[in-house]
């Protein structure tokens, strides 16, 4: 079936440093992939999106790739903030169940001043 | 409106008790779903609603009982429950129609205390 690898946590940087969270997945066809955030005591909120190949997602200085070579869809940012810390998902979306996303099983990012 | 709201943020209750999760949104979305979260995991699907019918129970207990009385509202009916199904209880909403889905809107969840 679907399924969604990402790196282990927690990742701890020191503000400013770059961001790398490694996200790859397996799934038939090419399926639209998801990072979503959660910050603490929230739900989940969507941070970017890609649906077909390499497609560039970005938004609040966050991007992701949708790289189909290496079925990956890694979060990166030049410069993280303390209000970044928290919880992220990769997910994809399982079309051949509705519209089903199945997430990965988040990283958790801590970054100190 | 670009949002999923949740009532109550916090519940306890007692495992003899009856209780229901609210969930509403005015996006105009056709698919709505539960979904649990235990602490430091991510959400498992519960219940998937499209177009207000049921479409998916991922073998949820008979404890939880979903209902969806119109395209807004989503509700989740809680009735002896255990313990262990203390969690973050998470509702979405999504467009239903192929090439018109980009991703959930989750609501902020009901924090479930089961004693």
């Known amino acids: 079936g679907n399924s969604v690898t990402q790196m282990e946590g927690p990742v701890t940087l020191s503000e400013e440093a770059f961001l790398t969270i490694n996200c790859t997945y397996t799934a038939t066809g090419y399926p639209s992939l998801f990072w979503y955030v959660q910050y603490p005591g929230e739900g989940l909120q969507l941070l970017l999106k890609?649906?077909?190949?390499?497609d560039k997602g970005s938004n609040k200085g966050f991007e992701a790739t949708y790289r189909k070579e290496t079925t990956s869809f890694h979060l990166e940012k030049g410069s993280v903030q303390v209000s970044d810390s928290a919880v992220y998902f990769c997910a994809l979306r399982d079309s051949q169940y509705g519209n089903k996303l199945v997430f990965g099983a988040g990283t958790i990012l801590r970054v100190k001043s | 409106d670009t949002e999923v709201t949740q009532t109550p943020k916090h519940l306890v209750m007692g495992m003899t008790n009856k209780k229901s999760l609210k969930c509403e949104q005015h996006?105009?979305?056709?698919?709505m779903y539960w979904y649990k979260q235990k602490a430091k995991k991510p959400p498992e699907l519960m219940f998937v609603?499209?177009?207000?019918?049921?479409?998916i129970n991922e073998s949820v207990p008979s404890r939880f009982s979903p209902e969806c009385p119109n395209s807004s509202l989503l509700n989740l009916h809680l009735h002896a429950l255990q313990p262990e199904d203390s969690a973050l209880y998470l509702c979405a909403s999504s467009q239903e129609q192929e090439g018109s889905f980009y991703g959930y809107t989750f609501g902020s969840g009901t924090r479930l205390t089961v004693v």
């Open positions: 996006m105009g979305h056709r698919a």
């Open positions: 609603y499209s177009y207000e019918k049921l479409s």
């Open positions: 890609a649906t077909k190949a390499d």
